[in-house]
């Protein structure tokens, strides 16, 4: 079936710092990715869509100059954290649509720190 | 975006007894899917439900869907340890993109 690797899946930045998550689409290619971000004990909230050649659609209250998203390629989505604090600690999970199945697929997270 | 609410937020079971969570949704949806998230890890595909579809079957699973009433429900039978997890319920407003419900953490007992 359609896999997505994310990639890191753990990482532990210093406050002020930026961090790039990645997101590829290892065998379709996808048009459409999105990124959620999660929370201890909470449930997934979308971010932003990612749409391959143009800029990324930010759900409300989601900083887009915090959280640049670049989908450059059919296959590739990068989320950055820039300026990370600890209050941007969290679980980032993004997940992308696989045209050919009718479905989606979702990577395994990246657990980010802010020390 | 205007998440789901699902019910009970926490579940814990004796093994071998049957688990139900429900997931309620606000708009009209082309389809449900169920996850299932262990603690800390990403989440695994469970099963899609589409808006046509009253009932579906995996294992020991069973997902119904009311579009009536805005409502789904997923049932685990004969749970076991392994079935401990938070559980989730997310849906398609048509947008290719899924809100998720708040989620219910089961904790199956050996």
């Known amino acids: 079936g359609a896999v997505v690797s994310q990639h890191p899946s753990r990482v532990i930045c210093k406050s002020g710092t930026s961090v790039k998550i990645e997101c590829r689409s290892l065998?379709?290619?996808?048009?459409?990715m999105f990124w959620y971000r999660q929370f201890p004990k909470q449930s997934l909230m979308l971010m932003a869509t990612?749409?391959?050649?143009?800029?990324?659609?930010?759900e409300q209250g989601v900083e887009k100059d915090k959280f640049l998203i670049n989908h450059a390629s059919l296959t590739l989505s990068t989320l950055t954290v820039t300026s990370a604090h600890p209050e941007d600690s969290s679980f980032y999970i993004c997940?992308?649509?696989?045209?050919?199945?009718?479905?989606?697929?979702f990577g395994s997270g990246t657990r980010l720190t802010v020390v | 975006s205007q998440q789901g609410e699902e019910d009970p937020q926490a579940l814990s079971i004796q093994e071998g007894e049957n688990a139900t969570m429900n997931c309620s949704y606000k708009?009209?949806?082309?389809?449900l899917q169920w996850y299932r998230q262990n603690s800390g890890r990403g989440l695994v595909h469970l099963i899609l439900i589409r808006s046509n579809e009253r009932e579906k079957h995996s294992g020991r699973l069973r997902v119904t869907l009311d579009t009536s009433k805005k409502s789904s429900s997923l049932l685990i039978t004969a749970s076991r340890a392994a079935d401990t997890a938070s559980y989730f319920c997310a849906t398609d407003e048509g947008t290719y993109k899924y809100i998720f419900g708040t989620g219910t953490r089961l904790k199956v007992l050996a």
């Open positions: 990612s749409n391959e050649g143009s800029k990324a659609t930010y």
């Open positions: 065998d379709f290619q996808a048009t459409t």
């Open positions: 708009t009209s949806i082309n389809n």
């Open positions: 997940s992308a649509y696989d045209r050919g199945q009718d479905g989606y697929t």
